[in-house]
């Protein structure tokens, strides 16, 4: 490097400044100086020390510095390259070798690593390819199931969609359901209207009817009071002439209608009433025969209607005087026919026998059919031409006698039907059930026209005029008007109600309850008045166990459930009979022919027995 | 006043081209190449010569390497004094580059102050600075200088921030205007010839009389040589910041604007070269 000699003296050479330096010696001196030259003389000074001192090297000095480094660095370079060979070189052939030969193990074993590692490597591709493969196998499947899965969706929307369409079709057939119902409602409603208005009408025909019949059965007391006295004039008579007309006087009207009605059967009654003087009934029967023939202003029908039969005298029975087995099962009713020549018998085999009764047996005269199930009930009209039972499978049947196929069937109980009963209109029936109600059918329809529910299993009914009396198993015997259909008595009782009988002049009504006591009431006095009738022994034996009062009201037969029959007298509330030892079983049901001189007794064996005085 | 400005700026940005030689003693393991600088003239050697110490560890064991210090043609420098004034007193009138020698043993314990790092440096630089300003304004205003103030004043120096320092060294430089100057003015004296270090004394910027006074009147008190007598041959220059300034500038001026920043106005009398 140049040296540079720059002297701050040299500088002062300069003239101007010897001449400034002896201005300055004089200064002090001197007054007219400015006072800034020294300042300015310090200016210029600086400027000319950094010239020579400062700017003429800083360049020279970077470059000097940036030289420096270059030159470090190659330097380094250098060294890094020169050292090797020299060291090498230095170092003996021999670790070269050496060197060499471990190079070229671990060249060997590397090269062997590679191998290695190439053949793990195509391992490692096997096995992508194998799970790529897998892999695309699984996206097919998983496709597959994607679409099966929107399928499944459709599917459901579908199946949505009609639900929907059937939820709108329900709703609507709700709706119209229920305009139905309102309908039927009003419907009922009138119905309603129209029955009260029809029970007004009949009631009105039937006031008309009575007053008609009472002044007609005025007009033939008269009559007769006067053909009698005529006949008194004209014959010469044993007994006096007033006490024909005393008799008539005394006795009741209904009882001149119950002679006349039953003017048909007159013989057999005859028979039976053995404690009048036959003179006196002869007498009468022919006046009324005469009587009969010439005024028969009454329809044909309503002489029909009510036939009602009377027994004078029953006759306690004493001995057997048949006993055979009946059915093929057990037997649950027994009804003798108001002719008393017939016996029916209803039994478990679903058949109804008829017997005639002849010469004190009873002879099989034909099987009516048709029931599904048990019978329960039997009843014949009062004409004797048809027969009523009621059946385990839930109906009740009409049979004509001459015919083994059920004229009716009278189905829409929903249980078994207990009790079915002809109403005192002839064209009406009406049966009680295990269902809790009460139906009352119209024959010429074959329909039902009326249901009664009840709170209780009815057991038995009887059907008096213008009302029903239904028994029942929560020991209520319960009294309807069937003119309006409602409640209007409840008698209690002491246990579930077996059975109920009414005698025949329908003033006295027996129930047989499961507490082993009949029990008899009045029905004029619907008070207390009852008579309660027990024997040691007697029990009863089912929950449709059937007592009967004799037709002449003065006995109460029933079965017993050990087989014995047992007879008890009204009048004096005490046993009559017993009647042991033909039955083997409990006694179902018994039965009294309306000539008071046959009982027949059924049990639960298929066995019958018919008893008798004689 | 742009020319004060521009004075202050010169005065701060002074440079001195300097060669540093490795000492020829030092156990090496390669050739040492010189290095290159420009010193900072208002800076303090150990401050600035990092990359100079960078540069001979190169070459150098570090089992062999102690502190570093600097020798000029058998002289010691001493690390205390500004560069400027190392420069002035012992090397002005020689050729350029100055060219140092560095030493990394046999440190001359008697002759120079161990400088371990620059903290050291910056307490001597904050000493100084204080000791003017109690001569100044009797420390009034370092005094009420917070501590990141005298971090500012001292991180200006250090990396070299004019803007940085003077916008704090401001504050020490001002004075009452009915007193027309500092309390005492903080100089001091180097000469060569003399044992002792360098001259320090109390001395007004103003006469009791009310005159001002001036470079002059200064070296009449302090040093009659360096004032040359009518006719006779100019025996001393009188250097700072490497220029002679004429002796009728006011003592206050310089002191205000040849100062260097430790507050000192450091004045070199050396004898004129005799060619």
Redesign the interface.
């Known amino acids: 490097?140049a040296?540079?000699?720059?002297?701050?003296?040299s500088v002062?050479t300069d003239s101007a400044v010897v001449s400034?330096r002896s201005g300055?010696?004089l200064?002090?001196r001197g007054s007219g100086r400015s006072v800034e030259?020294?300042?300015?003389?310090?200016?210029r000074?600086?400027?000319?020390?950094?010239l020579?001192?400062?700017v003429?090297?800083?360049d020279?000095?970077r470059f000097?510095?940036q030289l420096?480094e270059k030159?470090?660095l190659a330097k380094g370079i250098l060294s890094c390259s020169v050292r090797h060979p020299s060291s090498t070189s230095s170092s003996s052939i021999s670790s070269m070798l050496h060197q060499n030969n471990q190079l070229k193990k671990t060249t060997g074993e590397l090269a062997y690593q590679v191998v290695e590692l190439q053949r793990q490597i195509k391992i490692k591709e096997c096995v992508l390819e194998e799970q790529h493969a897998r892999l695309v196998e699984e996206e097919c499947r998983f496709t597959g199931v994607f679409d099966g899965c929107q399928e499944l969706q459709e599917q459901v929307k579908q199946v949505q969609e009609e639900n929907r369409a059937l939820k709108r079709e329900y709703d609507t057939l709700l709706e119209r359901q229920r305009g139905a119902e309102t309908r039927l409602r009003e419907e009922k409603v009138r119905e309603g209207h129209l029955l009260e208005d029809m029970i007004h009408l009949k009631q009105q025909a039937a006031a008309r009817m009575n007053s008609r019949n009472e002044r007609k059965s005025r007009a033939r007391e008269a009559n007769l009071q006067k053909q009698l006295q005529t006949a008194a004039r004209s014959k010469v008579t044993i007994d006096s002439p007033s006490s024909a007309p005393t008799s008539r006087s005394t006795s009741p009207k209904k009882e001149n209608q119950d002679q006349d009605s039953t003017e048909p059967r007159h013989t057999r009654l005859f028979r039976s009433a053995s404690a009048t003087s036959p003179r006196i009934l002869s007498s009468i029967k022919e006046l009324f025969d005469r009587k009969r023939r010439g005024l028969s202003v009454c329809s044909l029908e309503e002489d029909l209607m009510c036939p009602v039969r009377i027994c004078l005298s029953a006759r306690v029975p004493a001995r057997a005087l048949q006993v055979l087995d009946a059915h093929e099962q057990g037997i649950n009713a027994v009804r003798f026919s108001s002719s008393s020549d017939l016996v029916a018998t209803g039994g478990t085999d679903r058949v109804i026998k008829l017997w005639e009764v002849r010469a004190g047996s009873l002879t099989h005269r034909g099987t009516l059919d048709g029931s599904t199930e048990g019978i329960t009930c039997i009843e014949f009209d009062p004409t004797g031409l048809r027969i009523l039972a009621a059946s385990y499978d839930k109906s009740a049947l009409l049979w004509r006698l001459d015919d083994s196929v059920p004229k009716l069937t009278l189905t829409g109980h929903s249980r078994k039907v207990t009790a079915a009963r002809f109403s005192s209109s002839l064209h009406q029936v009406v049966t009680g059930s295990a269902d809790r109600t009460i139906r009352l059918w119209d024959l010429h329809r074959a329909a039902c026209v009326q249901v009664v529910e009840v709170v209780s299993y009815c057991s038995d009914l009887v059907c008096s005029e213008n009302c029903i009396i239904s028994g029942h198993y929560d020991c209520k015997i319960r009294v309807w008007d069937t003119r309006v259909v409602s409640c209007v008595q409840e008698l209690p009782a002491q246990g579930k109600v077996t059975s109920l009988d009414l005698s025949s002049d329908h003033r006295q009504l027996l129930s047989c309850c499961r507490d082993d006591c009949l029990q008899l009431v009045d029905l004029r006095r619907w008070s207390n008045d009852r008579m309660c009738f027990r024997a040691e022994g007697f029990k009863c034996g089912s929950d449709s166990t059937k007592a009967v009062i004799s037709p002449d009201g003065c006995f109460l037969a029933a079965g017993s459930a050990d087989g014995t029959v047992y007879i008890w007298n009204v009048s004096t509330g005490n046993l009559e009979t017993r009647l042991p030892d033909k039955h083997s079983s409990s006694i179902s049901a018994v039965s009294w022919s309306l000539s008071g001189e046959y009982v027949v007794s059924v049990d639960k064996s298929r066995r019958a027995v018919l008893w008798s005085d004689i | 006043m742009a020319d004060d400005k521009d004075v202050l700026r010169d005065v701060w940005f002074g440079r001195i081209p300097t060669c540093f030689t490795l000492n020829q003693d030092e156990v090496t393991e390669r050739e040492a190449e010189p290095y290159y600088l420009l010193l900072p003239r208002v800076s303090y050697l150990t401050l600035v010569t990092d990359k100079v110490k960078k540069h001979f560890l190169k070459v150098m064991k570090a089992e062999d390497v102690e502190e570093m210090w600097f020798e000029y043609e058998g002289t010691p420098l001493k690390w205390h004094y500004p560069i400027g004034v190392l420069f002035d007193l012992h090397a002005s009138n020689t050729v350029l580059p100055w060219s140092i020698t560095v030493h990394f043993k046999s440190f001359p314990d008697s002759d120079l102050l161990h400088c371990p790092s620059n903290s050291v440096i910056e307490a001597h630089f904050m000493s100084s600075i204080k000791e003017a300003d109690a001569l100044k304004h009797k420390s009034q205003v370092v005094n009420d200088m917070q501590k990141k103030d005298h971090k500012q004043l001292w991180m200006g120096l250090q990396n070299d921030k004019f803007d940085q320092f003077w916008a704090m060294n401001r504050k020490l430089m001002e004075y009452p205007t009915e007193e027309g100057g500092f309390r005492y003015i903080p100089f001091r004296i180097y000469q060569t010839m003399s044992d002792r270090p360098f001259i320090q004394k109390q001395f007004r910027p103003v006469s009791p009389e009310g005159n001002v006074h001036t470079l002059g009147s200064l070296l009449k008190e302090m040093y009659p040589a360096a004032i040359p007598s009518d006719g006779e041959q100019k025996r001393y220059q009188v250097m700072i910041h490497g220029i002679e300034p004429l002796l009728e500038t006011p003592l206050q001026w310089l002191s205000e604007h040849l100062s260097h920043p430790d507050n000192f106005l450091h004045i070199c009398i050396i004898p004129t070269p005799t060619d």
């Open positions: 490097m040296a540079v000699t720059v002297n701050s003296r002062m400034e300055r010696v200064a002090p030259t020294w300042k300015r003389d310090i200016v000074q600086l400027k000319n020390r950094d020579s001192q400062h003429m090297f800083q020279l000095i000097y510095t420096l030159t470090s």
